[in-house]
């Protein structure tokens, strides 16, 4: 059992309650911490938030995260009729901003392409839909030609491009799924790259013709680049992961695209196993014509579909925030995993940052460090 001896009463007060949350069994290191944080940025300083939880640790943890937000914990309830101790609720009144800055230890694997972190407000991504003409064994959003689509609305990804201009955002990244299954892709783009410069990222395998090679050429060169996904120079590697014959269309998609005039660059994306293919990939790109910073190799994330890569956790990866049609999460390769969703809803963008801003804000004032920065760009 936790440590109790220093939480607060155990009598409920009786204070206005202005929001309640059932954390259910999650702990502190699975998704609380996240969907606490993100309520309380909802209501005032000084009122109440009220915690349901059946999971004894968050006794033992939530005392420290609410010292490091600000927050006062009022009070604790056994609302056991029995022996066994829980559930309990929690009685939680936000306090001031959570504090800010603090140092970040990045961790990087030489294997694989590196970036220092990004602050948090500068990058954002954006999941069109979740559809996908390919189902890859190790696609970390569990997209197929049969997955629920997600479309994220032309109007929310403006809104969202343009609240993120104001806030000083640099890059903006779409992703899917495929973005070219979306059927308002054009005007998602016009309208997101009217506001910030766009990297589309794509499999390069159904826009060679007709409406999509339309959508495709009235892109704006200047303020849209396309990266494509590429596994390895022949295409036994990519084919295996990807299917058959998806190697030599993403070829002819790159050609196309740099015919056309767009900047382009080539992700591979590999277990450790597989790496040793990322030096022939890096050949068969330079005689392409990708410059070489526009050349990325990323390791697979345990997510979706993946049963092993990299482990994704609040703690482990420097945060990305990335929105979809249906909520806000932490980082792009972890949209399958409720523990890492910051937000129910996309908008407003401002709430996003300030619940990843908290959260990153109370790691740094609780010590931890060696977050990596897992690059999807
Ligand atoms: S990894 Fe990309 S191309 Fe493959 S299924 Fe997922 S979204 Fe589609």
């Not at 994220?152 to 806030?167: I, K, N």
């Not at 058959?244 to 767009?262: C, M, N, P, V, W």
């Not at 482990?316 to 979809?324: D, H």
Request: with cysteine.
């Amino acid at each position: 059992m936790p440590e109790r001896t220093a939480l607060p009463p155990r009598d409920a007060p009786t204070r206005t309650v202005a929001l309640e949350y059932d954390g259910g069994d999650q702990d502190c290191g699975s998704g609380l911490l996240l969907a606490i944080t993100s309520r309380m940025r909802r209501i005032d300083e000084g009122a109440v938030l009220l915690l349901y939880t059946n999971e004894g640790s968050v006794l033992a943890d939530l005392p420290a995260w609410a010292r490091l937000a600000g927050h006062d914990l009022l009070a604790v309830v056994d609302d056991t009729a029995d022996a066994d101790p829980g559930p309990w609720r929690l009685w939680i009144e936000r306090g001031r901003t959570a504090p800010g800055g603090g140092d970040r230890t990045v961790a990087s694997d030489v294997e694989y392409s590196s970036a220092a972190p990004a602050t948090v407000g500068t990058r954002l991504w954006l999941y069109s839909n979740f559809h996908c003409n390919l189902a890859c064994t190790y696609c970390c959003a569990a997209s197929s030609p049969r997955a629920d689509q997600r479309l994220m609305p032309v109007e929310t990804a403006a809104s969202a491009a343009a609240e993120f201009a104001q806030q000083g955002g640099r890059e903006l990244l779409i992703t899917g799924g495929e973005p070219f299954l979306h059927p308002d892709l054009g005007a998602f783009v016009a309208r997101t790259a009217a506001h910030v410069p766009v990297t589309l990222l794509t499999n390069a395998m159904v826009y060679g013709r007709g409406r999509r090679r339309e959508v495709l050429e009235s892109f704006d060169r200047d303020r849209v680049t396309l990266q494509i996904s590429l596994d390895s120079a022949g295409p036994q590697l990519h084919d295996r992961e990807r299917g058959a014959g998806s190697h030599r269309r993403a070829l002819e998609g790159i050609q196309l695209a740099r015919e056309l005039g767009f900047r382009v660059r080539v992700a591979a994306t590999y277990l450790p196993e597989d790496a040793p293919a990322a030096g022939d990939l890096l050949g068969t790109l330079a005689s392409l014509g990708v410059a070489e910073e526009d050349r990325l190799v990323r390791p697979v994330a345990q997510e979706g579909y993946a049963a092993k890569g990299v482990e994704i956790t609040l703690d482990s990866i420097e945060p990305e925030p990335t929105l979809a049609a249906d909520g806000a999460w932490w980082h792009p390769v972890g949209v399958t995993n409720r523990h890492l969703q910051v937000a129910d809803t996309p908008l407003p963008l401002k709430h996003v940052f300030d619940v990843v801003r908290d959260v990153v804000a109370v790691q740094a004032a609780n010590g931890s460090h060696g977050r990596a920065v897992f690059r999807c760009t």
